[in-house]
């Protein structure tokens, strides 16, 4: 039947017989593999711009969503891998990176349920439609301030997911939305990022992102400049790029009038090698909803130093928080008289506690799953 599936590129029917056999009793592990081939030969007969996975696992968590077609809509890969790969854990998963406005339709028509990571013109887009699947968007910062927002139908729109409140609360001054909203946060990966092996505590400092004045580079060379007085042994380093020739003028102009030890590691495609050596990892954002360099480094054993932004409170704590260069230094000097490999492992485990992957993930899981449920009650109610 599978080759049969293959040789008519019946890819759907195909993917639905997998469906049934790992979701029938007595499976063997043998099963599994032999399904697990099949399924990736059928993920190679994909659309443009629509990719089509299917994993299916023989036990299945509770109070997961499980067995649905889920569409994930997503411009951008930055978040799309690890959505789309738990989801896809019990699930038959297609994500739409490109493409037309009829591929689009024809797509929500196929789902269960269609997830928006990120509010954009695609969610636009698809609140034209006639709705025919219940819908998720996962809003990060951005989105929040522009006028996309605005441009949304959502009405049509079942659930609208924060990584912050305080993300939250900008859109909610700019716009009443009729929709159910919650929070989760962004999650981290622990295993990928680590406190490096006998590590040894220093004076090197971590800034990394794109130098653009949402990062507030200002404030980052002056706290840095305040910290140099205090103990000329510090370096900071920056793992990033401008983004702009103005900002690239004013650090070429500072560092020439305030000649520091500042170091310039360009585009870093290895992180976690990149913060072993740091001891600390700095943020002077304007606004964030999560800043994962902070996050990353605090599981990498690094001591954070976190510009008080709104909302960074919410996620950090508060003994890492200052308002101006002075508060910068002071936190500077109070860990240098602690055992910084003690407050290391604290810092990782407060990351470890506050943004596993298995939790977050759970969440979503659950939230789709209350969703669909809540959507076949009510077309039995209508029927």
């Known amino acids: 039947a599978m ?40 993920a190679t007969r994909s659309d443009a711009g629509i990719d089509n996975t299917i994993t ?23 978040f799309l891998k690890d959505i789309a790969g738990y989801l896809s854990e019990n699930n038959e998963v297609r994500t739409f990176r490109k493409g037309t406005a009829e591929r689009m339709r024809l797509l929500l028509e196929w789902a269960d349920i269609a997830w928006f990571e990120w509010c954009d013109s695609y969610l636009v887009e698809a609140t034209k439609m006639e709705k025919t699947c219940p819908i998720v968007c996962r809003l990060h910062s951005y989105e929040a301030f522009s006028e996309v927002p605005s441009m949304v139908d959502w009405t049509k729109v ?31 990966d622990s295993s990928r990022f680590m406190i490096a092996d006998g590590k040894v505590y220093g004076k090197k400092i971590a800034s990394v992102g794109y130098i653009n004045y949402r990062k507030n580079p200002g404030l980052l060379l002056y706290c840095f400049k305040k910290i140099h007085e205090y103990d000329p042994e510090f370096s900071l380093h920056i793992a990033g790029e401008h983004q702009g020739p103005r900002l690239e003028l004013y650090f070429d102009h500072f560092l020439k009038e305030n000649p520091l030890p500042v170091y310039f590691d360009g585009w870093v495609d290895d992180m976690p090698a990149w913060y072993a050596d740091k001891d600390y990892i700095i943020s002077t954002s304007l606004f964030e909803s999560f800043h994962y360099s902070i996050a990353e480094g605090m599981a990498c054993g690094l001591m954070p130093l976190i510009h008080n932004w709104s909302g960074a409170a919410n996620l950090y704590p508060g003994d890492f928080l200052f308002n101006d260069p002075d508060e910068c230094v002071e936190i500077v000097k109070n860990l240098q008289h602690k055992d910084m490999a003690t407050v290391g492992r604290q810092n990782r485990q407060f990351v470890l506690d506050r943004y596993s992957p298995e939790d977050k993930m759970a969440a979503i899981g659950a939230e789709l799953k209350r969703l669909t449920e809540s959507t076949v009650e009510s077309a039995q109610t209508s029927s």
Do not use: Y
């Open 158 to 188: 079942d659930l609208l997911i924060f990584v912050n409140d305080s993300v939250k609360n900008v859109l909610k001054k700019r716009q009443e939305i009729p929709t159910r909203q919650i929070t989760i946060h962004n999650a981290v």
């Open 3 to 42: 080759e049969i599936c293959l040789e008519k590129n019946l890819v759907q029917e195909g993917k639905h017989l997998l469906m049934l056999n790992a979701k029938a009793s007595g499976v063997t592990s043998g099963s599994v593999k032999e399904i697990e081939r099949w399924a990736h030969r059928l």
């Open 56 to 78: 299916s696992t023989v036990d299945e968590p509770p109070d997961q969503i499980t067995g649905k077609k889920i569409a994930v809509f997503a411009a951008f890969d930055t």
